[in-house]
């Protein structure tokens, strides 16, 4: 039996919510890094510089950075999205 609820076809609803390892925000020159998930702290801590610089939680990026940074999450299987 097929329920009538178009978010039941959906496949989604609205509690849920995709999960994504980093909110990416474009601020100009500067791309700020957010991280949502114990993933995005661990792969913070384990492979950004001490001396990297941030903006409340979030990893600032120069822009020319930003393109390698997302390979590198991708390579180890972590998701942004551009919020």
Request: charged share 25%; proline share 4%; no cysteine.
């Amino acid at each position: 039996m097929k329920s009538s609820s178009t978010f039941h076809t959906a496949g989604s609803s609205p509690t849920e919510k995709p999960v994504f390892d980093f909110a990416v925000r474009d601020e100009g020159t500067i791309w700020l890094f957010t991280p949502q998930t114990a993933a995005a702290f661990d792969f913070l801590s384990e492979h950004i510089q001490e001396d990297a610089q941030y903006f409340g939680d979030s990893l600032a990026v120069e822009h020319r950075y930003v393109y390698d940074l997302l390979v590198g999450l991708r390579e180890h299987g972590l998701k942004a999205v551009r919020g």
